[in-house]
């Protein structure tokens, strides 16, 4: 399916500015590929955070999420690669190409931010989408 559906499959609803992919969209950056990989020290101290601290972290880690939906996310995904697909005229954020991992042993060994075949195919993909869409 292409674009954000009505019910996400997490059961939380992503808005332009509040999760990796609405921040995406929101941010609407061709250039930039936003990562988000739970297993991270950073990430993983940030999810044992109070809701207190949570609101004083940087909207880097958080992607402006509530600390309850970043937690459940988390037991959903273990690693997550964006790019905002833009309309080819105008620029306009018209979708987000995500490629998404839970959290194995296998997974682990791939790291979504570093692996420059899946940074080019999630690229190449976006660019794709945007001459159809």
């Known amino acids: 399916m292409v674009g954000l559906s009505t019910k996400a499959?997490?059961?939380?609803?992503?808005?332009?500015?509040?999760?990796?992919?609405?921040?995406c969209l929101a941010d609407n950056d061709g250039l930039v590929l936003l990562t988000l990989d739970v297993s991270a020290p950073e990430y993983n101290k940030a999810l044992r955070a109070t809701r207190h601290e949570w609101a004083e972290?940087?909207?880097?880690?958080?992607?402006?999420?509530?600390?309850?939906?970043?937690?459940?996310?988390?037991q959903s995904y273990g690693q997550v690669i964006a790019k905002v697909t833009q309309d080819v005229s105008s620029g306009e954020a018209i979708g987000c190409v995500t490629v998404s991992l839970k959290t194995s042993r296998r997974a682990a060994a791939l790291k979504l931010?570093?692996?420059?075949?899946?940074?080019?195919?999630l690229t190449v993909l976006s660019h794709a989408l945007a001459e159809v869409l």
């Open 113 to 121: 931010d570093e692996d420059t075949t899946v940074r080019r195919a």
């Open 9 to 23: 499959p997490s059961g939380i609803r992503f808005r332009k500015g509040y999760g990796l992919i609405g921040v």
């Open 57 to 74: 972290l940087d909207p880097v880690i958080t992607h402006n999420l509530s600390l309850a939906d970043s937690q459940k996310l988390a």
